[in-house]
Structure formats: structure tokens, C-alpha cells
């Protein structure tokens, strides 16, 4: 994999280098705080992105500057022979590194290739590491199987973070236990506050598993517990507990904490680029790549919009024409 050498930057002088993609809306899971149980429509297979579009559009962003890309959704592995698609991924001049974020319950049969892939990381979703409160929040009984992915991920070496949503009700007896995983095992695992993104809007008056919470109830079971250097465009605030292998990350996602330094742009599975979370799609890019043939356009389109991004979450929000709070599902933003 090269690099082109190519940097992008927004309006507010913040490097734009990662992208995020959802490959689709559809999941195998419902998740509490990603979906309600029923009545949700998924996209009509046409509407997504094909692989060819996909790659297009790879290689332009990566000719523009991005060299990270992150496949998400919904669940990814849900998406038909998802591999082919890392496949033509990893073969893009510029792009330097794939990772993937996964519920796990499809993906420990295609580790083996991933690693010899080069895949640079896997965040795995684990709330809890208890069957039945897995049952209860995911609504499925796949608890099995996502410990089956993360048994295979340690075998094969890929480095990979725990990502787990902290509940008020549902799992908070889990943040101890979660965090005790990083004593033997080389692994980031990081709790991110809920945020509104289920389908139905926020689930609290007032959000009471604040970041500032997360860390009380973890140094109130591990004193010792210590801030540490966070890497370039951390999402996460990183800390490290004495004498374990891994790293503790509390993701301030509802509170919008690290807007300042954010790097990474969103591409929805219904192909509308999204320059943050929080915004509702400044580029419907599907319309766009099927509209010309001429990738020049694309980039100036591109430009545009990159050139036009809010300075953090709460101006993304506001500038929202509805004037509706951001309540949509996670799965079809890509989380
Ligand atoms: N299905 C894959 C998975 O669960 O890892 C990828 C997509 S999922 C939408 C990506 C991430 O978003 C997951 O780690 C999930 O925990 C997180 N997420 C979803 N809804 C959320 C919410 N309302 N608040 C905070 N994180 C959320
Ligand atoms: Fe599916 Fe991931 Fe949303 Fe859970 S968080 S419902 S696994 S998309």
C-alpha cells in the first residue's frame, strides 16, 4: 500500500484523513441503543453503494488525502461477500490501513483472511460479557459467537478494541469485569456513552453514565488507575491500570468532547456524506457517482462540502433543517 502524499483539510484547519463507511444498514442484532426490536425499514439493496461505486469513490478520497478507511454499518459481515470488497480495498494506492468495527456474530470464519489481509485492527461490540444480559440488550442470543471472534482475534494477533456502550440498567455490573479483560490480554477496551443515535431519540431526561461517571465507578474499583498520552485524533481519552496488559478508553460521544481534533469523515449506507455525526448529510454522493463518470467533478463536489463542515457536534446539530435533535439509527449512519 502507498502513500500519495496528498493532505486534505476542512474550513477549520483540521486534517481529514479517515473514512468512515457503512457498507450497510442491515444488522443481525438490535441493539437497545442502535435500533428499536421492529418496524425497521432497510434500505432496498439498490440504494446502497455497489463495490464498484464503493471502490470509485475510495480511490478518489484517497487521491484527495485519506489514507485510513473503516468499514462499519450495520453489521458489515451481514453485507453479501463483504471479503471481496476488503479485497479490492486493500489494493487502493494511499490507502494505508482497513480497519472494521463488528458485533462479531459473522466474523471469526474470515479472520484468517483478514490477518493475511493485512487488516490493520477490529473493534469488536461487547456490552457485557454475561449471555443473558447479552440477550437481553442485542435481542438475540449470539453471545457464543462474538466470543468466538474475540478467541480468534487473539489467536490471530490482530490488534483490536473493545467497544461497550454503558446503559444505566442494562450493564453497568459489566464495566468492571470488561475492564479487568485488559489485565492479560493486549487490548484497548473503551466505554462510550450512550448517545440518542437508536431510532427513537435519547432513552434519559439527562445522560447519568456521563464519561466523568465512567471514570469515577472505574477508579473506585481500580484507584490506581492513570491518565496516559492519547495517540493523534483519539476519539477516546486513554488510561492505563498498573500491571495490566491493555489500555481503558472512555469515549465522551454524547458529550462531544474531541470535536476539536476530529480527522474522520462518514459515508452512509445510502451513499450521503456525512462531515460529522451529528449533521444529516451535507452530499448525497450515490446520486452524484451515478450522475458522471468524470471523477474531477466528484473531487470539486467533495471539496465543497469538505470545505463547509461545522466546527463541532452542537453547530452540526443545529444546522440540521428539520431542527429535530439527531435520533436516526447508528446502523444506517455507521457508528
Ligand atoms: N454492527 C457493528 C457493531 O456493532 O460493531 C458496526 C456498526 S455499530 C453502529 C458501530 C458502533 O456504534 C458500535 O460499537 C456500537 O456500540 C456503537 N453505537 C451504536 N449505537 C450507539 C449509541 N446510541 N450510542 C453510542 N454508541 C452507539
Ligand atoms: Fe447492529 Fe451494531 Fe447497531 Fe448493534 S450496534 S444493532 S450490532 S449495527
Redesign the pocket.
Known amino acids: 500500500m502507498q502513500d500519495h502524499g496528498a493532505r486534505l483539510f476542512d474550513n477549520h484547519g483540521r486534517e481529514l484523513n479517515y473514512l468512515r463507511l457503512a457498507v450497510t444498514d442491515r ?1 443481525n ?1 438490535r ?1 437497545f ?2 435500533m428499536p426490536e421492529e418496524g425497521i425499514k432497510y434500505l432496498p439493496k439498490k440504494e446502497l453503494l455497489t463495490f464498484e461505486e464503493i471502490e470509485r469513490l475510495v480511490r478518489i478520497l484517497a487521491d484527495l488525502g485519506v489514507s485510513k478507511v473503516r468499514l ?5 459481515f451481514v453485507r453479501t461477500d463483504l471479503m471481496v470488497l476488503v479485497r479490492q480495498l486493500v489494493e487502493i494506492p494511499g490507502i494505508r490501513d482497513i480497519h472494521i ?3 462479531g456474530v459473522l466474523t471469526a470464519p474470515h479472520i484468517p483472511e483478514l490477518k493475511a489481509l493485512g487488516i490493520a485492527s477490529v ?3 461487547l ?1 457485557t460479557l454475561d449471555r443473558e444480559r447479552f440477550r437481553i440488550i442485542t435481542r438475540r442470543d449470539s453471545f457464543d459467537r462474538v466470543m468466538k471472534c474475540f478467541d480468534s482475534l487473539l489467536e490471530h494477533e490482530i490488534p483490536f478494541k473493545i ?1 461497550t ?1 454503558v446503559m444505566q440498567d442494562r450493564n453497568i455490573e459489566d464495566i468492571i469485569p470488561l475492564a479487568s479483560l485488559t489485565r492479560d490480554h493486549p487490548i484497548d477496551v473503551r466505554f ?7 431510532g427513537e431519540g435519547t432513552h434519559y431526561p439527562e445522560l447519568t453514565w456521563t464519561h466523568a461517571k465512567i471514570l469515577d465507578h472505574l477508579r473506585s474499583h481500580f484507584p490506581d488507575i492513570t491518565r496516559i498520552p492519547d495517540p493523534p485524533f483519539a476519539t477516546a481519552n486513554h488510561y492505563h491500570i498498573p500491571g495490566h496488559k491493555g489500555r481503558i478508553g472512555i469515549i465522551a ?1 454524547f458529550s462531544r468532547t474531541f470535536c476539536g481534533t476530529c480527522n474522520r469523515i462518514r459515508v452512509t449506507a445510502q451513499g450521503m456524506l456525512r462531515t460529522c455525526l451529528y449533521d444529516e448529510g451535507t452530499l448525497n454522493l450515490k446520486t452524484l457517482l451515478r450522475s458522471t463518470t468524470d471523477d474531477g467533478m466528484v473531487k470539486n463536489a467533495l471539496l465543497k462540502a469538505l470545505k463547509s463542515r461545522a466546527v463541532d457536534g452542537f453547530e452540526a446539530e443545529a444546522r440540521r433543517r428539520s431542527q429535530q435533535p439527531a435520533t436516526e439509527s ?2 444506517t ?3
Not at 72 to 76: D, H, I, N, Q, V
Open positions: 444488522c442484532l441493539c441503543y442502535c462499519t454499518g450495520g453489521e458489515p468495527t463488528t458485533n473493534n469488536l461490540s456490552d467497544n456502550v462510550i456513552e450512550e448517545m440518542p443515535f437508536n460521544a447508528m446502523s449512519i455507521g457508528g
